[in-house]
């Protein structure tokens, strides 16, 4: 991760869900909603339709993000962990989950109700 990305992410972190954007949109236009909390101010853009729109994104700070990646499958973010979603026509979710992805594992990772604990860091002598 580069000094950039870093200083990023300690800045958001100070205020956590502070930044934040939802994002809706459809071949008629799009609904953007975004709040950016890093001077305390606010912008916000609104686009209001008749139509409905779909959902298509959500980001709060560094360590949420949402995303259709197509019409049945979505992208997420959340912390250090990637998920893919697949909703199946029969209406299935099918959820894939990647640990490490973002950095490294923090917290703890629990099937059904069996709760796999997070790697522990190995001790290394000098």
Do not use: C
């Amino acid at each position: 991760m580069n000094a950039q990305r870093r200083r990023w992410e300690r800045e958001r972190a100070r205020r956590p869900g502070a930044h934040w954007r939802l994002l809706a949109q459809d071949a008629a236009g799009s609904l953007d909603v975004r709040q950016d909390g890093a001077d305390g101010g606010r912008e916000r853009l609104v686009y209001r339709k008749r139509t409905p729109v779909e959902f298509d994104e959500v980001v709060v700070d560094h360590w949420l993000h949402v995303e259709r990646m197509d019409k049945r499958a979505w992208w997420a973010r959340i912390g250090d962990a990637r998920l893919w979603i697949e909703i199946k026509r029969s209406g299935k979710v099918v959820v894939s989950v990647y640990r490490g992805e973002y950095g490294p594992v923090l917290g703890a990772t629990q099937h059904g109700t069996t709760l796999l604990a997070a790697p522990k860091k190995r001790k290394t002598s000098r």
